[in-house]
């Protein structure tokens, strides 16, 4: 019985299971992103987490090399260690926590398996403006009723005003073509 058990075997044994959290780990830290399957790519991100944040935690000399050396027996990849502290790690400096982000991307059609991929938040240029604001802090805000349901009317606005605009476009469209037919009469 697996009572409380919440760790995701991904069908394979422990070793087999640490072989390749630890491919996918370093796959994702030389390429930022990658596409897997949903399954992987949730046991990957309880894995690959904790080592980002031990880049961290980098006070004194003694410090760093032991985390160093602790992110290398999770990984077993020079290159993707030295990755890990040279270019991500003073990227996610001000960032608390959540350096990874999962979108999911459908089924797969040879075994309907559930797509997903899972990047590097601060390596995205699409979302937000996360590079732009890597040196500043996090604010820590609690947003109120009145913000959150503004946030939810805005997009509705927006929808609105689009929808307009592209009635608007069809109406000049169909006036353009209108007129060379009054013109043959």
């Known amino acids: 019985m697996r009572h409380g058990d919440k760790q995701n075997n991904l069908g394979r044994k422990k070793a087999h299971r640490d072989a390749l959290l630890m491919n996918l780990a370093c796959q994702v830290i030389t390429h930022k992103r990658i596409v897997t399957t949903l399954a992987k790519a949730k046991a990957l991100r309880t894995y690959v987490e904790p ?43 001000a960032r608390p926590g959540g350096y990874t982000r999962i979108i999911k991307l459908g089924i797969r059609p040879g075994d309907n398996a559930e797509k997903a991929m899972i990047e590097l938040v601060d390596f995205n240029e699409v979302y937000g403006n996360s590079i732009a604001t890597a040196g500043e802090p996090a604010k820590k805000t609690r947003r109120s009723k009145s913000t959150a349901t503004a946030t939810k009317k805005a997009p509705a606005k927006a929808k609105a005003e689009a929808k307009a605009e592209a009635t608007s476009a069809e109406e000049a469209t169909e006036t353009a073509t209108d007129s060379p037919e009054t013109a043959a009469e």
């Open 51 to 93: 080592l980002i944040t031990k880049t961290k935690k980098t006070a004194t000399k003694e410090e760093i090399s032991h985390n160093h050396r602790v992110v290398f027996s999770y990984l077993n990849d020079k290159a993707a260690v030295k990755e890990l502290f040279t270019v991500i790690a003073p990227k996610i400096a």
